[in-house]
């Protein structure tokens, strides 16, 4: 139904996040939630100012929070708010560290992890953002089964667990995505 529909503007799915019976997709234009179990469009949230189209890079829960990112401003919301829909409920966030593009944002470890211009900053309880990895600068960062995955402008993997421990793989050249299991 979504590339049948009219519209104007691009409808590339940008990313996808799975919460529950849902999925998130982040699209050009806002977030497009599809309920899983009925195979329908559940609501489109147009989130930009004065429900402005927006291109969102992508969106995660955490903590009963959604955040939409797009390249210069992260949206957020309650995340079981029934009126997601109304631009008005979605707010911007503040104080974010660093300089440059934002790239993405993960959840991991119920801490969210922001890439902007290639270096990784975490936020902590007190909404403050802190480097992670200060060092690195990083081409890919993804989060799988409990597991942080970072891909370094040198081609060196780290992985990183729950308790911060990281292991070092070196010469991995490129990765496009990835999934990890421990089984």
Avoid: C
Wanted: aromatic content about 10%; charged content about 15%; glycine content about 6%.
């Amino acid at each position: 139904d979504l590339y049948i529909k009219q519209m104007s503007i691009n409808k590339n799915i940008n990313d996808i996040m799975f919460d529950g019976a849902y999925a998130y997709s982040s699209m050009n234009f806002g977030v497009l939630v599809l309920n899983l179990k009925k195979h329908e469009v559940a609501d489109t949230y147009i989130i930009g100012p004065n429900a402005t189209e927006i291109k969102v890079l992508n969106t995660v829960i955490n903590n009963g929070k959604i955040y939409a990112l797009s390249s210069n401003v992260i949206y957020t919301a309650t995340a079981n708010d029934p009126n997601l829909v109304n631009y008005e409920n979605w707010k911007t966030m503040t104080g974010l560290p660093g300089s440059g593009t934002i790239q993405s944002l993960i959840v991991f470890n119920n801490k969210l992890i922001l890439k902007r211009n290639n270096l990784l900053y975490q936020q902590n309880s007190d909404q403050s953002w802190t480097p992670f990895l200060a060092d690195q600068t990083v081409s890919y960062a993804h989060v799988s089964d409990g597991y942080l995955f970072i891909l370094n402008s040198l081609s060196q993997l780290y992985i990183v667990n729950a308790d911060l421990n990281k292991t070092l793989i070196e010469g991995v050249g490129s990765i496009t995505d990835a999934e990890y299991d421990t089984n």
